[in-house]
């Protein structure tokens, strides 16, 4: 047995491509991948309903005077499951300037959850000290930061969808690929940019 094992650690120490499935393999299990996956999909789920309605609660001020597109924006954003939910508790709402904004800070500070998971995870991986890591007023702000980056990606990828869905049919086919290409890159621009932002050190 101890032959067949080093046999097979030679293989994939002289051979990159069977060396690095193995790499990624370990590192995850080295890292604790699940129990971090676990923690963000726990704090995802927990934070998802404070930010829909809080980015709700914004487009129904914001876009006050144009029912009908904030009507197709919320379609797109909120999943169905929970549309009726949040209709509820946006009705619930006060509608007087200051109390409104207090509840507008207490569903973003609801929402900082899976952030919050998101950089621990990033740190924990890249084996970042936790005295090089961001002090208590440095973390919230890229926490916030990536927060408002993470809703107008939400904003940015409903508006594109529903833009390709009032298209006409001779060009519909070319508009709705480029509405796909731009969400997908909306998204890869979200994630990227908030790693980069949550690692509290450069890394490649």
């Known amino acids: 047995m101890n032959r067949i094992i080093a046999w097979a650690d030679r293989l994939q120490r002289e051979h990159g491509v069977l060396g690095f499935p193995y790499a990624v393999v370990k590192k995850y299990g080295d890292d604790e991948g699940g ?8 704090y995802g789920f927990l934070s998802i309903f404070p930010l829909l309605l809080l980015g709700v609660a914004v487009l129904s001020r914001v876009l006050a005077d144009h029912p009908d597109l904030r009507q197709r924006l919320i379609t797109e954003i909120v999943p169905q499951a929970l549309r009726s939910t949040v209709e509820q508790s946006l009705a619930a709402l006060p509608t007087s300037t200051i109390p409104f904004i207090a509840g507008l800070i207490g569903l973003l500070l609801s929402g900082t959850g899976v952030v919050f998971s998101a950089y621990q995870t990033l740190n924990h991986v890249a084996a970042v000290p936790y005295r090089h890591r961001a002090s208590f007023f440095s973390r919230y702000l890229r926490v916030f930061v990536v927060l408002a980056m993470l809703l107008l990606g939400a904003l940015a990828t409903g508006a594109l969808t529903v833009v390709a869905a009032g298209i006409t049919p001779e060009r519909a086919g070319v508009q709705r690929a480029a ?13 990227l940019f908030g790693a980069k932002l949550l690692l509290a050190r450069p890394a490649p």
Request: aromatic share 10%; no cysteine; glycine share 4%.
């Open 35 to 42: 129990r971090q996956a676990a923690l963000i999909t726990y």
């Open 179 to 191: 509405a796909v290409l731009g969400s997908a890159l909306v998204v890869f621009a979200v994630l």
